[in-house]
């Protein structure tokens, strides 16, 4: 149940990222995941920022700094109240000519129930009220947000929805474009040194013949044609580029589709200037050439 079709009187109003979007909506329905999938996607992320600063927020970083913004309002949120909420929300359109959008998640009472049993955690109104059921302060949460739901420019119902779906649903509803390549990071490195703590996928090059040895050669790196020449007449270079390939080929579109920011592929052999050298550039180009965002980084080379 999502609902990712703009109301009627703002289809001109999504025709372009806004350069501030406000999240809200029931506690538990998956506020904190969208402030962090917006973030991902070019937003500086506010947090449940109290009512009363949200004035200086709009100065300082949209009007002064023209930053993209994301805050999250929820049931934690100082100084909430409905009434409030709905002025603040008129005025802020107001004053930004409608360049807001305002994106409401929903979930169904039983799913919210299951999830704070899940996590073991408090609904925030049973901490700031006292309450001592979690259904009561669930409905009176509910209760609180109908008139917000109404005015929203986005509403989506969490309900059985993956994070992966919800990714999607909100960077097509800020009409960014979900397609964007995945940056790739394609990095050498010298055992040596040890292996990159943050790669994805590691791919020891140690197999092929290394340059180091062949005169001429142990004072250039990967980046020179004449080592590129050398390592290329190993036949288990192309045997093994190959089937990194393939699996690249299979992997990387379904990564992308899953909502990964980035991806990191490290190459490494031995002194961190030849064999994973090459073996980074050849990758990187034949990424780049099939419509990757790819970038190089070569750790040893950098030293």
Same mark, same amino acid.
């Given at each position: 149940?999502?609902?990712?079709?703009?109301?009627?009187?703002?289809?001109?109003?999504?025709?372009?990222?806004?350069?501030?979007?406000?999240?809200?909506?029931?506690?538990?329905?998956?506020?904190?995941?969208?402030?962090?999938?917006?973030?991902?996607?070019?937003?500086?992320?506010?947090?449940?920022?109290?009512?009363?600063?949200? +004035?200086?927020?709009?100065?300082?970083? =949209?009007?002064?700094?023209?930053?993209?913004?994301?805050?999250?309002?929820?049931?934690?949120?100082?100084?909430?109240?409905?009434?409030?909420?709905?002025?603040?929300?008129?005025?802020?359109?107001?004053?930004?000519?409608?360049?807001?959008?305002? =994106?409401?998640?929903?979930?169904?009472?039983?799913?919210?129930v299951r999830r704070f049993n899940v996590t073991r955690r408090r609904h925030p109104l049973m901490r700031v009220n006292?309450? =001592?059921?979690?259904?009561?302060?669930?409905?009176?949460?509910?209760?609180?947000?109908?008139?917000?739901?109404?005015?929203?420019?986005?509403?989506?119902?969490?309900?059985?929805?993956?994070?992966?779906?919800?990714?999607?649903?909100?960077?097509?509803?800020?009409?960014?474009?979900?397609?964007?390549?995945?940056?790739?990071?394609?990095?050498?490195?010298?055992?040596?040194?040890?292996?990159?703590?943050?790669?994805?996928?590691?791919?020891?090059?140690?197999?092929?013949?290394?340059?180091?040895?062949?005169? /001429?050669?142990? +004072?250039?790196?990967?980046?020179?044609?004449?080592?590129?020449?050398?390592?290329?007449?190993?036949p288990a270079f192309d045997r093994f580029m190959n089937q990194l390939k393939a699996q690249l080929d299979m992997m990387?579109?379904?990564?992308?589709?899953?909502?990964?920011?980035?991806?990191? =592929?490290?190459?490494?052999?031995?002194? /961190?200037?030849?064999?994973?050298?090459?073996?980074?550039?050849?990758?990187?180009?034949?990424?780049?050439?099939?419509?990757?965002?790819?970038?190089?980084?070569?750790?040893?080379?950098?030293?």
């Open positions: 149940m999502i609902s990712s079709e703009p109301r009627d009187n703002d289809i001109g109003r999504q025709a372009r990222i806004k350069p501030l979007v406000v999240v809200c909506g029931l506690a538990g329905s998956g506020i904190s995941t969208a402030l962090h999938f917006l973030e991902d996607a070019g937003y500086t992320a506010v947090d449940n920022l109290p009512l009363y600063l949200f +004035d200086q927020l709009i100065s300082r970083e =949209i009007e002064a700094n023209k930053r993209q913004l994301v805050v999250s309002i929820d049931a934690r949120t100082s100084g909430f109240t409905t009434d409030g909420f709905l002025g603040l929300i008129t005025d802020i359109r107001k004053r930004l000519d409608q360049n807001i959008m305002l =994106i409401f998640l929903t979930t169904s009472k039983s799913e919210l006292g309450e =001592i059921d979690m259904n009561l302060a669930i409905d009176k949460d509910s209760d609180r947000m109908t008139n917000i739901a109404e005015i929203a420019d986005l509403m989506i119902d969490t309900t059985g929805v993956s994070p992966q779906q919800l990714r999607r649903q909100l960077l097509h509803g800020i009409g960014s474009n979900a397609a964007e390549p995945m940056p790739i990071v394609v990095q050498s490195f010298s055992y040596r040194h040890g292996a990159p703590s943050d790669a994805d996928m590691i791919f020891d090059m140690r197999f092929l013949s290394n340059p180091h040895w062949i005169g /001429g050669l142990a +004072d250039q790196t990967g980046r020179d044609q004449a080592v590129q020449d050398y390592i290329s007449k190993d990387l579109p379904l990564y992308q589709q899953a909502g990964r920011p980035q991806f990191t =592929i490290g190459f490494g052999c031995t002194g /961190g200037r030849h064999r994973s050298v090459y073996a980074a550039e050849y990758i990187a180009a034949y990424l780049n050439s099939h419509d990757y965002d790819a970038r190089l980084k070569h750790l040893q080379l950098l030293a």
